[in-house]
């Protein structure tokens, strides 16, 4: 790397926002017709109207933090634009990598590359796998727990990617510290780099599955991979205290209007519902990079709302905009490039996420989760219950009161609450066996939520008291 690029790299790894620019490499007859010029020395792109009736229309120029053109490989992008990011992530702050731009562009090849290809294709979401379990292998003072999670988002429904269950209702909640999450999401635990590709590709493969069978191309999807990191250490008084963070990999739906991508009637439902998610995302920005803005349309569309800690939040941000070589989507171009002009207003305020209270944190959610192992969440219509709304007292509460393994008690405590619910809905004669059933179904898909809870909290337990015993432990 050279100097120049050193001092470039320090200055977006220290910066809370960041937006770089790559044009891909032109393709077939797209030589005639180039439109994108790069000056790398001033961080300057330059677009043409080739089409332009008035030949003295000027060019328009734009400036940048980084800008890559067509011989830019990806091994010099994550390392001029990534590497350092990931340091930092390491350290407890949030990141996020996002490449947004038209279709064909290059997003999923910045993000994914060609995995079958060469090792030089790989695309930045592979690289960071490597280099994270790198650094963690060379941080001594901390250990980490890491998980994963993939989530796509198409036409304003969310799909978990990782999870094994085909029923899903996927829905967006807020916490109080303003992080959003899709509620009833799967999340792994992951011990090394192979582990967390083999959950990367598991993701991509049923996202193809998906395409395959809703006949849907990639480019009009968002497919959101997540890692989120728990780590501790041990401080000089013998106290062990926790960062809980997330690295965002974001892949954009294409920006392209549907009039050029060949969009069928059947398909305009859809579109109109991508067009949205896309358009709320530039709406967002120039809502956050106005000063009168007072209100930010975040819940407008999933997508922003999802990404509502990136957009101006406690994240460390690095919008990858991606652009033709050629002047045949000029309109696109110049909405990209305009969009990511505006970007570079945006202020995010990265801080690290110190968590003093993760055990607690584990256990309110598990709380939470169930206080809904109720009637509600039987799927019955209200109206069908009984005077006694509420649960029936568990009988075996002393007993369950009395298991002194948490594992233990808090799973009996879930099928005594089940129970309640179920022998409630018994008592309801209008239900036939199949509605029983079909409750008694979705009872147990909720269980299993707070069977993973469960399973969480007990080994981040195990893992505290392992670094106070100063053993060590591999995350």
Known sequence: MSQKNKMVSKAIEDRDFTVVVRCRPPRYKEHEQLAVSIDLGTEEITLKDLDAKDESAAPKTFCFDRVFNSLASQQTIFDDVVRPLIQRVLEGYNGTILAYGEQGAGKTYTMTGNLYASKEDHGLVPRAIEEIFRGIENTKSKQYLVYCSFLLIYSEQITDLLSNEKRQRLVLRERTDGNVFALGSTSWHVKNSEELMGKYLQGLRQQQVLATNMSVPSSRVFSIFAIRFESFELDASGKVSACVNNLIFVDCAASTRSTKSGITDSRHQEARNIAKSVSTFGVVISALTDPKGKHIPYRDSKFTYLLKN??????????????????????????????????????????????????????????????????????????????????????????????????????????????????????????????????????????????RVIAHRVMVEAFIESIKNQKPSIG
Do not use: W
């Open 310 to 451: 990136s957009l101006g939040g406690n994240t460390k941000t690095i919008l990858i905009a991606n652009i033709r070589p050629d002047g045949t989507c000029y309109n696109e171009t110049l909405n990209t490039l305009r969009l990511a002009t505006r970007a570079r207003l945006l202020k995010n305020i990265a801080k690290i996420n110190y968590r003093d209270s993760i055990l607690q944190d584990i256990q309110a959610e598990l709380n939470l989760l169930k206080r809904q192992l109720n009637f509600a969440q039987t799927g019955l219509d209200n109206q069908q219950m009984l005077l006694n709304q509420e649960n029936e007292p568990n009988q075996n509460g002393n007993e369950i009161e009395e298991e002194k393994d948490y594992n233990k008690r808090e799973k009996k405590h879930i099928e005594s609450l089940i129970e309640a619910t179920m022998r409630q809905v018994a008592r309801i004669e209008e239900i036939v066996d199949e509605q029983k059933n079909e409750a008694y179904k979705l009872l147990r898909e909720k269980a299993k939520e707070c069977e």
